[in-house]
């Protein structure tokens, strides 16, 4: 396969974005939404399934027939060494990385009472960690990208505190992930490379037991000032906003999309 920065240099369009957890959700929204000609795109899953599987395969056809390139990976990034391996796929397949989209991670409710170690490992393994992993082996890669871009994927709840809702561990983690994406964009910036975080509010999911819980999405909307909760069509255009040129100028921000829901 020809080295795809000798096309980049060719046609400004060009770039290379891996996307972790793009199997559902805002992961296969924004990847749909980039997915054009002059894009390469690397979709990452944990792929614990052939359902698993098979949704990424889908994914990765829908973004095809919109004329990008496109290829799949699969790991646990809560396991050491996995995150290497996805950008080493990446590189490996495309020949280069421009962007690189940390969306993968969880959410789980639990009280601070409740919290196990092995649950708050996971989590920090899961989502801070991997961030970290992600992003030192992408570095050398990025800094040599005239369109280089990082976004992580954070939450609400890691600004919004209730004890009917509690999210410890999760909260805890993206917390932990916000301050190494602050980190990673003071030491990237002098390269011209942008790390920013996206802290979604309450978002429909398209798969899963909760996607069918009318009563909970019902009380979600209501705990929303703007009165209803996001589609991933509505994080993932943001996070696209953030890749595109017009951003450049925008890093180290912890930018909020969820209708009012951490207001005051």
């Known amino acids: 396969m020809s080295d795809l920065r000798d096309v980049s240099a060719a046609h400004p369009d060009e ?21 054009a000609p002059h894009a390469a795109l690397m979709l990452h899953a944990r792929g614990a399934d052939d359902a698993a599987r098979q949704r990424l395969a889908g994914v990765a056809a829908e973004c095809r027939a919109s004329g990008a390139s496109c290829a799949t990976v699969f790991g646990d990034l809560a396991e050491r060494g996995a ?27 639990q009280t601070l009472n409740a919290l196990d170690p092995d649950t708050f490992g996971a989590a920090f393994a899961a989502m801070p960690a991997a961030f970290a992993a992600l992003v030192k082996r992408a570095t050398p890669a990025l800094e040599t990208s005239k369109r280089a871009r990082v976004i992580a994927l954070s939450s609400f ?42 802290a979604p509010g309450y978002t429909r999911k398209d798969r899963g037991p909760s996607a069918e ?4 999405w019902t009380r979600a909307a209501e705990a929303t000032p703007l009165g209803h909760v996001a589609e991933p069509a509505d994080v993932a255009a943001l996070i696209a906003f953030l890749l595109s040129d017009e951003a450049r100028h925008i890093t180290g921000q912890v930018i909020h999309i969820d209708g009012g829901l951490t207001l005051g």
């Open 15 to 35: 770039r290379v974005v891996l996307i972790t957890g793009a199997g559902s959700g805002i992961g296969a929204a924004l990847a749909r939404r980039i997915a």
């Open 213 to 216: 819980n009318a009563s909970a």
């Open 157 to 198: 709840v890691a600004h919004r505190y209730r004890a009917d809702a509690p999210f410890a561990a999760t909260a805890a983690a993206k917390a932990a992930l916000e301050s190494l994406a602050k980190t990673a964009a003071a030491e990237l910036a002098p390269h011209g490379v942008t790390v920013n975080c996206v």
């Open 83 to 109: 995150a290497d391996h996805v950008v080493h796929q990446t590189l490996a397949h495309f020949g280069a990385l421009d962007q690189l989209v940390a969306n993968a991670g969880h959410a789980q409710r």
